[in-house]
């Protein structure tokens, strides 16, 4: 009786822990898990008597060495889809092999530290961006004019017309990069003020249309609700806008397709982390046919600065998105497509 209420304290003494709480076998069967465990992992009593590596795929980690524990971070993907950053603090096996494993939700931590780490990074953009960008692009446009004009002057070969052609080709790209310089610098800007959805997703398609029929790739407009209006900063979601659209471009082959557009959204069916409690979001959408994201890169990193789709490449423009949706209360994420490609959302509140 003495050893049934020892056991019986311990567990309320387990299940009261802020701390999840994994007792796992030497053959790696989760013989116990406390409350706050199942509710970190979003798992039941049923994963008692499991493999901890089909409960948790992402546990291997946690046990490459056998003789001594470890303190590992892990993304990890809970049963509907969701991904957590979770701390796991493994403990020394046991004679019989058996371990502690005590873990614990850091995501907020983690995001913090990104955004702190981001606000950083483009900081400094911020002051390259002042010195650099304007005469940057003053010369660039007297040089891309120029180009421009004997490339129609009707006088050139054909051998210089391709090669004129890809100095335009280049002159294009390096505008771009330019103006993500620029967009880091003006991320932070809030003048608020009523805009017309269908208007503003239009004008940013007009925006970088010329590149994307350099790369020949199509621009469609997928229209959503009449008359939907957001309040929010109309030149920062422009440059949000242009950022994604460019990025989408730049990763598709000739002949491939990017859709923008727009819709509303119940809020009880936004994500769990979606900012507010407001009825309805306004959610703007975007798919391409592309390369998509490295298969090993987590959404999460996406949108550090200085890192592009292409990987050796750097960038700022999905930072910059970044920042500008979170600075209107939203939320972005990313996905692929089945067909190949990516899509984006954006969900921000309606007033």
Known sequence: MTTDYATGSLEQVFDRMELGLLLVGGNR???????????ILAAGE??????????????????????????????VTRPEGSKRKVLFDVGDPDRDGSRMVFFRDVTAEWLRR?????????????????????????SLAAVYAGMQTLERSGS???????????????????RGILD?????????????????????LGRSIAAVDES???????????????NLCLKGDEAALGRMLRNLLR?????????????????????????????????RMTIIFGEDHGKGFPKDLAEVEVLKPFLKRDTGETGLGLAVVQEIVEAHGGTISFSALPAGGTRFEILLPEE
Request: aromatic share 4%; charged share 30%; net charge negative.
């Open 180 to 200: 993500e310089f620029r967009d880091a610098a003006r991320a932070g800007s809030n003048e608020l003020s009523g805009i017309d959805l269908s208007g503003l």
């Open 114 to 138: 990104e955004r702190q780490g981001r606000a950083e990074q483009l900081a400094v953009a911020e002051k390259m961006a002042s010195r650099f960008c304007h005469t940057a692009r003053n």
């Open 247 to 279: 990025n989408a471009v730049e990763s598709c082959d000739a002949g491939g397709r990017v859709l923008l557009g727009w819709d509303v959204r119940l809020a009880e069916h936004a994500p769990t982390d979606a900012p507010t409690p407001r009825r």
């Open 212 to 226: 994307a029929r350099a790369r020949r790739v199509s621009l469609e407009l997928a229209a959503g609700p009449a």
């Open 46 to 75: 049923e994963v008692v008597a499991s493999d901890l590596l089909e409960v948790l795929p992402e546990a291997r980690a946690l046990f490459a060495d056998p003789a001594k524990g470890s303190s590992v971070e892990l993304w």
């Open 156 to 174: 050139v070969v054909p051998d210089d017309a391709f090669v004129i052609g890809l100095v335009l080709d280049e002159l294009r790209a390096l």
């Open 29 to 39: 069967t989760v013989c116990r898990i406390n409350a706050a465990g199942r509710r």
